[in-house]
């Protein structure tokens, strides 16, 4: 049975850091590429980073050089470093297993 489990979300001022976590078990993780997608009340899910199984990165143009992406193949486990955060980076978070898998979401709230 496959499952992400993301923590790491919550409530910050702009300006300040999070960063999430997500474990994954149930597949072979080091193989495939991981992503973080992201939600706001009323809009569509979005895709905002990706790692492949080499480690290179790619990030949307709105978090680019904010947010960094990074897997630990060893904890089965990817992370995304999240700085300089604005209240629009507001949403739900979610990663995703080869575009596959969902974890069931993390809040993050950036308001003053």
């Known amino acids: 049975q496959v499952q992400l489990v993301e923590s790491g979300g919550g409530s910050v001022q702009p300006g300040e850091s999070l960063r999430l976590s997500c474990v994954v078990s149930g597949v072979f993780f080091a193989v495939n590429t991981m992503g973080w997608y992201r939600q706001a009340p009323g809009n569509q899910r979005e895709w905002i980073a990706g790692?492949?199984?080499?480690?290179?990165?790619n990030y949307a143009d709105s978090v680019k050089g904010r947010f960094s992406i990074s897997r630990d193949n060893a904890k089965n486990t990817v992370y995304l470093q999240m700085n300089s955060l604005k209240p629009e980076d507001t949403a739900v978070y979610y990663c995703?297993?080869?575009?596959?898998?969902w974890g069931q979401g993390t809040q993050v709230t950036v308001s003053a």
């Open positions: 790692i492949d199984a080499r480690g290179t990165t």
């Open positions: 995703a297993f080869a575009a596959t898998y």
